[in-house]
């Protein structure tokens, strides 16, 4: 079995820390037990951390009501930057008028609706408005029919050359111990290669992510990517990201990676954690 | 534009003919005008004929039915290769007990029994009866809820290290002029990216449907594969599938390749057929 | 450790045998110890057997003499199937004129000018002939300038809309317990991707090179592919390629597999032999 | 034919402009004729402008050299943003100790070495050496023997767990009218599918060559990513990359693209630029 090393003693050697939501704050089973300590004592040594999250269904506010439901009072919307906030930001640059059809519950689209464009759900495009569709974004796997949508979604794309937009790259999340559904990302990717567009990701591992964290940090003062530290659960997310962005990496057992697993996918996938911990728990 | 030529005097150089069915016999709008002219002259030039085909939604008596139904009586079942035909002598060999899952109609689920197995559509599938299921086979991309059965099929082959059978290869199929429908091939490929596992397509461009037909071919006398026309509309299926299995091929305009892209698409792909012909109409 | 059965039992229930070359039969120390005897038990009992290879470097004749050399007489050049073979067939049928230009050694040209096509090698192209070249046949990663060569085959493909065939799919081969090489299918495989044409490809674990060995044993006599068994040590080419023609198969620890690693690679790939033996001896 | 509209009254609304070279600025011919008069417009009118490229062949310095040599002497090594300076940058941060191993010239070596890092050839790998090579950078095709080197490159990475960097991503690049050239990018593609790790992209589509640039604009003032511009030859590369960081952006025609294929590739693509030019060139 693979060595592990202390987490604490990990994160002081940094000044800020960026924290995957789902497999290392929380998991199918609620709060990872322990990582109330973990907020606290970074408050207590003042330093500066981010939820980093490819979470796209919900805004910054409802994961701030998440985390704060559970205990964690101190992770406040502007703490967590989620491939919701890219997706938002992209279309405020590059769709500036018409409509943004979707795929994904309603509160997902609220979130879209605050960068003032008009939504539409993708079973309500027909005749009459279809060509005022300007972009599709692919928010969550809830919400819509997948028969009915799916299909939708293809013809829409076949019709209209506007840009495609995916929230969220996870192909498939857990849903317990057992079992796992599959995500937005995936549903995404099959359309991807039925109609041949390129479809525009956001979400680790892509840098865009790490920018935006990188741009926060940056805004309260100089900092070297030295000092930051990712901490997560999925090497091809969170430790390939880190890693390509330049920060240093901390993989923990909380969520997808087993410790019996990890030393074999290590090696498999040449994608290497510059730590492991067992969790991001901060021992009293 | 590509030039055509005439598809009597290119079928008058072979002995047997493949037909695809889809795309060239009829397409969404029916019968393809003309074709009872084609079928005719093969029976009184007693040329020998065969319909190749991806649809696995219906056993050759249900597709024998719907020819019959459009006019052509000669087209009886035992005309008629299928990607099911595979799919079911696929599992008559290689999962001789347990339950065989599907997804897809029941009428494609009749299919498989007719080889003796027993089946079970996905939704049933509950922890009493999980351990006995041997196999899923994709069979068809309706009747079934996408949602809970897709997800429920992840999960299947998540537990079950069974063989996943993927009986018809498209990724979608035309529905109208104007749109496409998600075919089960589709699906499957999604399925098959989130478990990570390999799965046994069958359905051309694959040999073995050309095999399958040629078997039939050989059974009735010698015959070289010179003496063999396979005629299709799809590059990527008929005419790379044909060609790879030694065969002259015929790509047709009346179905998925349009004249005014042939030329582009048989550059871009490499996949250049023997002849172009507008239809598989011969003229009378 | 994942557990075994013995082989000579296992081959008892079958009437034919087909076997993997590289890895089953010999691997880079040169034979495999004890594989005379188990040539030796099926001369004495009267079963036929195939060797069923992607080895397309040299004619079944070249093959056949190297297991001559390390003692297996009985291995004649008719039970040699080699994807080779195939490439051969296929240029027979489809590609009736022209010249026939190849990357890979003098040995594997000569394979191809049995099939009376004129070749040239790749480095000979030049304005005068390119014109007349109807086909490109990757054979073999030595025998050539890579840097030279490999550029001057993607300009090939680019000028001329003629069919490109790989003869042997395998992407790396094992030099010695530490190394392993490159394959010409590797190489084809990076070419297909920057020409974006469709190649052709031969081989395991393609139905055509069991179909054409099947066709070999039944022109002796009806056989049911019940009595069939494939050996291999490969998961993706012999033993899927196996199951998927719907032959029994076993995996053999003397090749591409280690006994340490079977259980995981078995379940991560979802590829399920039949039977597992140590190696393929008959032990005296 | 796509209707193209002015460059110059197209820059005119853009405070900063992104330039990819090749194939914009120069081609195999040299310079774009007219571009001179670009820049000189650019710096009479005090726009900002930088030249984003993959080319990871050569420093900043050499390649501000060879636009000198063609008589651009505005630009000056700090105006080039290059893939070559993101795998620098990823090799100060990631890979703090022992030797890294590199594939391309010695010019390309010189580049990593400016970054304090020791660097050895691929070919001077052995067994004295080879547990300190921390890391393997993809630079350049040429400079070294294919067949050797790109086979111990894969032996290196099967031994050693290290991070593989790939400085330029394209697949191939135009050498003239009728020729291309296979780029590192899809050498080091065939070898990551051989090794089957992960390997580290530097280069566009890719944000991070974006977010460099920008960071670069940002250090002079505040600036809106809807000021800035990206001009490119490559949907997939400059145009994707663009757009998807939230820039405008112009296609023009002097490279990959042409004019007669550009509303073809847009639609199957789906990667819609904001303009089209034909070329770069501000009319006097």
Redesign the interface.
């Known amino acids: 079995m693979i060595q592990t090393v202390d987490f604490k003693s990990t994160i002081d050697r940094y000044k800020v820390i960026f924290f995957d939501s789902f497999g290392v704050i929380k998991n199918y089973k609620g709060l990872v037990p322990g990582m109330k300590d973990t907020f606290d004592y970074l408050e207590a040594s003042q330093k500066d951390y981010y939820i980093v999250t490819n979470d796209a269904s919900r805004s910054p506010q409802q994961l701030s009501e998440s985390f704060v439901k559970l205990g964690l009072d101190m992770i406040t919307p502007d703490k967590i930057i989620s491939s919701g906030m890219l997706a938002r ?2 279309l405020e ?2 769709v500036p008028d018409g409509i943004v059809a979707y795929l994904g519950t309603e509160d997902s689209a609220h979130y879209i609706e605050s960068a003032g464009r008009h939504t539409i759900r993708v079973k309500d495009i027909d005749e009459s408005n279809i060509n005022e569709v300007n972009g599709l974004v692919f928010l969550d796997d809830e919400g819509f ?3 009915r949508d ?2 939708k979604a ?2 829409l ?3 209209r ?4 937009i995916v929230a969220n790259t996870d ?2 999340y857990p849903l317990n111990t ?5 995500a937005i990302g ?2 995404a ?3 991807e ?8 990701r956001f979400g680790k591992p ?3 992510m790490f ?1 935006f964290a990188y741009d926060l940090v940056r805004s309260k003062g100089p900092i070297s ?2 000092n930051i530290l990712m901490v997560g659960d999925t090497l ?1 997310t969170d430790i ?1 990201g880190g ?5 240093d990496t901390v993989l923990v057992f909380s969520g997808n990676t087993l410790p019996e697993d990890a030393e ?1 996918s ?7 954690p510059t730590y492991i911990c067992d969790t991001a728990v901060v021992l009293k």
Do not use: C
């Open positions: 930001e992209y640059l590059k029919n997948w028969f799916l299909n293809v013809n794309l076949r019709k050359n506007i840009p495609a192909y498939a057992n079992d796992v559904a599959i995936g549903l990717n099959m359309i290669h039925i109609v041949g567009k390129k479809f525009i892509d840098s865009q920018m990517k030295r091809h390939l890693n390509k962005f330049g920060l074999t290590i090696t498999a996938t040449g994608i290497v």
